[in-house]
């Protein structure tokens, strides 16, 4: 019964931190339009502050009430300067320059506080336990998060239920075009309605950072957490977040606690589709122009890069392009969905783990074998694929960038489980995949070349799907499904195709990256990592054939060579994506298409 007690308890505390978070974010997004990656740095920017103040007054209270007051008003500032810019763009935009944020406040923060993490020390009348009922004591600073997230959660109630500035809210949500045309200052309203999201993410990271440590991306695992109560919930529903977080969070604790009892550490378009055609066809003849020559000169410097190679004694030149090549594979194959098939997909790096782990598994078996290695990761990754299709497919918008990041964390956590095979450590691969001596992955240059013939053998996979009657189906349903159903196309069944075969290619390049670190991991599939891959796309211009490949050399070149300057360079990518995707629409290859036209 105490058990019962205590798990009840800390499962309504959790799930009131959890709605603090949903609320700010199902507000911005409701009424905003506004899908806000970088919700949950503002949470990690409102435990530093409150460490910060609190030990700069010696008073608790008095360092709270700054911290919230700071990160009011960094949220103003940053709708200001940056969001702003975003709205009336599509939610991929919204997705990629909230990415760059989180990379701006991840080392903005290792800048100013360092690497280790801080300490939050609570005042000694917060530490006593208090008497609930005969038999139960229960924390004080718990209970006081409690009253206060519940005391919060009232005050949001009335302010957006019984207020004239909560009429708007809700008008805004409904009709943010009419509230716009009676004279209300919508940007006006847009900042508070942000400022107060941010409000909110900062008081649950305050609350919870006196129980955990106060570190970098703090934030990134229970965002996801409260995108899912805002999907739950119903997104723009304040009401509904605050019951779904509060389920989530009794149910997230009562299962954990049964868990622990019980599983020991040691126990076991259709004019859009007529332009694709178009588009793509130039892309594949002799004309010469700014992107056909850049492409011609991109193929020729991967292909006699180990020429250089060992002319030069550069080994590492060898062994980053491995890696890029790598990416690029795995960004092309994002992009078949998302440039071709408009399916904005936001776990694509599930499938990079997937491949990985299914040839580190069966290596950890003694199955050493590449001719059953692969095949078996790209059976299962085309399996992942056509689970997770078959469900999010029946979605649209943002619902489907939600449900495919669910899924990919879901497999994160598990292999994160999988303490057989290293757990959150990782597994290393003590021997590559052998291939009975007809290629030697041990030797860099037949390695690079192995992976280079996948990767041009994926680009002309791609280059066939696009420009086959599948494929302009395909293209015509990004454009405009209801005219492709109306001739009589099913439009999932197409799309399930689509995206199994986009997740298998994936899954190959999973198999090539495990073979070239000699060792996966579960980072590898974490949701920062398949923001990178969107990122790849945008950037060398997504939907054109060999633009994730340009993509993904700029990107990790880019990355590399800021990193040789300094070890903060996130300080400069991130705000470049963020330029990147306000100004640099069309990525290098449409930058190069419109130079082209004169």
């Not at 604790?253 to 055609?277: K, M, T």
Request: hydrophobic share 55%; proline share 3%.
């Amino acid at each position: 019964m105490l058990l019962v007690v205590e798990q009840f308890l800390n499962g309504l505390q959790f799930g009131l931190l959890l709605f603090l978070l949903a609320a700010g974010l199902t507000l911005v997004f409701g009424i905003m339009d506004l899908v806000n990656l970088a919700h949950g740095s503002l949470y990690m920017m409102g435990a530093y502050f409150a460490a910060t103040f609190v030990a700069w007054t010696g008073n608790f209270l008095i360092g709270v009430l700054l911290a919230l007051g700071a990160t009011l008003l960094l949220g103003i500032v940053l709708e200001f300067v940056a969001l702003r810019h975003l709205y009336g763009r599509d939610h991929l935009d919204h997705v990629l320059a909230t990415f760059g944020l989180i990379l701006f406040f991840n080392d903005a923060v290792r800048l100013i506080w360092g690497p280790a993490g801080l300490a939050l020390p609570l005042p000694a009348w917060l530490t006593v336990p208090i008497q609930i009922v005969p038999g139960v004591f229960y924390p004080a600073y718990r209970l006081a998060i409690i009253v206060v997230a519940l005391a919060v959660a009232l005050m949001l109630y009335i302010v957006v239920m019984r207020t004239r500035i909560g009429m708007l809210i809700r008008a805004g949500a409904s009709n943010r075009e009419m509230i716009g045309a009676l004279g209300i200052n919508i940007k006006l309203l847009y900042t508070l309605v942000f400022g107060l999201g941010a409000a909110l993410a900062g008081l649950a990271g305050m609350m919870q950072a006196p129980i955990l440590t106060v570190q970098i991306g703090m934030g990134e695992n229970i965002l996801i957490l409260a995108f899912v109560i805002i999907v739950i919930g119903g997104i723009g529903s304040i009401r509904g977040a605050f019951l779904a977080a509060i389920f989530d969070g009794c149910f997230h604790r009562r299962a954990r606690a049964l868990l622990d009892a019980h599983l020991s550490p040691d126990g076991h378009r259709a004019g859009g589709a007529a332009r694709g055609a178009v588009s793509s066809q130039p892309a594949m003849i002799a004309s010469l122009n700014a992107r056909t020559a850049l492409v011609a000169l991109v193929a020729t410097g991967l292909l006699l890069l180990p020429l250089y190679s060992s002319i030069t004694g550069n080994i590492f030149v060898l062994t980053l392009f491995t890696r890029i090549v790598i990416f690029a594979l795995a960004a092309a194959s994002l992009n078949l969905i998302m440039g071709y098939g408009g399916m904005m997909s936001f776990g694509h790096a599930a499938y990079l783990g997937i491949g990985g782990y299914a040839v580190g598994i069966l290596a950890n078996e003694g199955i050493g074998s590449g001719f059953i290695q692969w095949p078996v990761a790209l059976l299962v990754s085309a399996l992942f694929a056509l689970a997770v299709g078959a469900l999010s497919l029946r979605t649209r918008g943002v619902y489907f960038i939600m449900i495919t990041l669910a899924f990919a964390q879901m497999a994160y956590y598990i292999v994160s489980g999988l303490a057989r095979y290293g757990g959150d450590d990782g597994l290393t691969i003590y021997k590559r995949s052998d291939f009975g001596g007809l290629i030697n992955l041990s030797s860099r240059v037949q390695f690079y070349y192995l992976c280079l013939a996948c990767l041009f053998g994926g680009v002309y996979l791609i280059w066939r799907i696009v420009n086959s009657r599948f494929g302009l189906v395909v293209q015509g349903l990004r454009s405009n499904e209801a005219r492709m159903q109306a001739i009589g196309f099913p439009a999932n069944r197409y799309r399930l195709v689509c995206f199994v075969i986009a997740g298998t290619m994936c899954g190959l390049a999973g198999a090539l990256l495990a073979n070239n670190t000699d060792f996966v991991s579960p980072a590898v599939m974490y949701w920062t990592r398949s923001g990178d891959l969107m990122v790849m796309v945008i950037l060398g211009g997504m939907g054109s054939l060999f633009g994730p490949v340009i993509g993904a050399i700029v990107y990790l070149l880019l990355e590399e060579a800021l990193s040789q300057v300094t070890e903060y360079w996130a300080l400069i990518m991130g705000p470049l994506l963020l330029l990147i995707v306000l100004f640099g629409r069309g990525g290098i290859m449409g930058l190069l298409g419109r130079l082209s036209r004169g």
